[in-house]
Structure formats: structure tokens, C-alpha cells
């Protein structure tokens, strides 16, 4: 099975997000997972497109868990959940680089795949 999620984020690079916002000491609380959002096509024919518009389901990989959420979710896991509950936060990584990540309670979250 492929590492490369539709976003291209693969599950490493998830892992790694995920370590490099450890050692800074960000820590998620209670239920909540962080997912990093995969880019979605905001042009079509040179008409921009609303994000309420588009009808596809928002996806993403985890990058983070929350110390009370049991083994539903782990980091690198794919999953799409409900657009109007995330979010978001722009979180500075070492070496000046910046992560957009979105927050949520692991109950938005309605389907998971890509554990191996």
C-alpha cells in the first residue's frame, strides 16, 4: 500500500509533523485530533469556487491526537470530517517554518482509513 496520501502528505511526513510540534511542547488536550487539510481545487475554468459550493468531503491527516482519544485515530491516519466545527491554527515549526493545522473533536471526524 502506497505512503502517499491524496495530498501527497505521506504518512512520514505526518509522523514527522507531528514530532517536530512535540519537541516545541505543543500538546492537544482531552478528545481532539489536529489534521493537516489537503489542498482542494479552488479554480475551475478561471472561476473561483466557494469552499460551501464545492460538494466534496474534507479530508486530511492526522498530525497530532488528544490524550483522551483511544486507539480510534492514530497520526498518519487519513480521515475526512465536518467542515463546520474545525479550528484552524498556524503553528511555527523549528527552523522558521509554519504548519496550518485544524482542531477538532475526534467526534467530527466521520470516517478513517490508511492505518497499516
Not at 492537544?28 to 475551475?44: C, F, G, K, Q, S
Not at 466534496?56 to 486507539?71: A, E, L, S, Y
Not at 475526512?80 to 496550518?100: C, E, H, I, S, W
Amino acid at each position: 500500500m502506497p505512503d502517499i496520501g491524496e495530498n501527497g502528505l505521506t504518512r512520514g511526513a505526518a509522523i514527522d509533523v507531528a514530532a517536530r510540534l512535540a519537541a516545541q511542547d505543543f500538546l492537544l488536550l482531552e478528545d481532539r485530533i489536529a489534521v493537516i487539510r489537503d489542498p482542494e481545487e479552488e479554480e475551475v475554468g478561471g472561476i473561483i469556487i466557494p469552499e460551501q459550493s464545492r460538494g466534496k468531503p474534507i479530508r486530511g491527516t492526522c498530525v497530532m491526537v488528544g490524550d483522551m482519544v483511544q486507539n480510534d485515530i492514530s497520526v498518519g491516519d487519513r480521515v475526512a470530517f465536518t467542515k463546520y466545527r474545525p479550528t484552524r491554527f498556524q503553528l511555527p515549526l523549528m527552523g522558521g517554518d509554519n504548519v496550518q493545522v485544524e482542531v477538532m473533536h475526534v467526534a467530527d471526524v466521520y470516517i478513517r482509513w490508511g492505518r497499516m
